[in-house]
């Protein structure tokens, strides 16, 4: 008995993105390949059933008959795939997948993010766990969570980079500060890397400094600078809006690092990989690549 021909599943996937999206360069991006090797796999899968299923032009992409009756059908076959890839990696992962994110990696831009990623693409429930980079980093490396978010340097500099910015000195327009006094600061609480960045900035520097407020995240710092407390350094995202990044006291201060925040994530299905470039992409929405910077000027 003759088989029917093996349909090869990167093909089917690469041919219901396009159809979704209509454009070769963004289904590329949706699955992680290239346009060329995307406008390859739909070859392929066209010369393995025998028929066209798209026709392309400079403008656009339109499904031909067949290529409209046959896409119920790739659908399905997706989606038996992925609901057993779930199943047989076992229950509790069919039922959330488990996203870990730094405080100060998205700070008050956080609602933003996470809007748009409640419904996942394979019906699963978000979970989320904010948290500081550095306890995030060890829980993951420990085996918790399917992916995290959080300042490079706490990752190792692994994983994605999905936010490029620089830190900066922030305080409120009134805020004034005599040279023979000690610097009033605004920091986050010990263990964090944004506190040692900024401590040793400043001792390199032999800028003497007191104290003002210590909080447990970044609300609560941009709070206290809004609040007249001191003077703080965060990544320029995090900046409030009624805060100042420059002024007379900047020229007695040093210059900050640029800072990176990637995601990191589990080898899993091709659906965790999905849910992965969907939750790096809201972020990328969000806060585009140098937007921080020219905020801060």
């Known amino acids: 008995m003759n088989r029917p021909p093996t349909l090869d599943l990167d093909w089917l996937r690469a041919f219901v993105t396009v159809a979704d999206a ?45 290529g409209m009756t046959f896409l119920p059908d790739a659908r ?23 996203l870990a994110v730094s405080d100060h990696a998205a700070g008050d831009l956080l609602p933003k993010i996470l809007g748009p990623i409640r419904e996942l693409p394979d ?89 003002a407020f210590v909080g447990t995240g970044v609300a609560a710092i941009q709070a206290a600078v809004v609040a007249g407390f001191g003077i703080a350094a965060l990544e320029a995202r995090n900046a409030p809006p ?5 002024g007379p006291w900047l020229k007695r201060l040093p210059a900050l690092p640029s800072t990176r925040v990637v995601i990191r994530a589990r080898e899993g299905t091709e659906a965790d990989a999905r849910i992965v470039r969907v939750i790096a992409g809201a972020l990328k929405q969000v806060v585009p690549r140098g937007r921080a910077r020219r905020r801060a000027r």
């Open 242 to 246: 009624d805060c100042v990044t420059q």
């Open 76 to 98: 399905r076959l997706l989606q038996l795939h992925d609901d057993a890839a779930v199943r047989a990696i076992g229950s509790a992962r069919s039922r959330s997948f488990e």
């Open 123 to 211: 019906g699963r429930r978000l979970s989320v766990v904010v948290g500081r980079s550095p306890e995030l980093a060890t829980a993951f490396a420990s085996g918790h969570y399917d992916a995290v978010i959080g300042r490079a340097d706490d990752l190792d500099g692994a994983g994605e980079t999905i936010i490029e910015d620089r830190m900066v000195w922030m305080a409120v327009k009134s805020f004034k500060w005599e040279s023979c006094q000690p610097l009033p600061l605004v920091l986050l609480s010990a263990p964090c890397t944004v506190r040692d960045t900024t401590l040793t900035a400043l001792a390199r520097h032999d800028v003497s400094w007191r104290e």
């Open 22 to 66: 209509r454009n070769f360069t963004a289904a590329g991006e949706a699955v992680g390949a290239t346009q060329s090797a995307v406008s390859i796999r739909i070859r392929k899968l066209e010369e393995r059933l025998g028929q066209r299923l798209m026709e392309r032009n400079a403008r656009n992409v339109a499904l031909t008959r067949f």
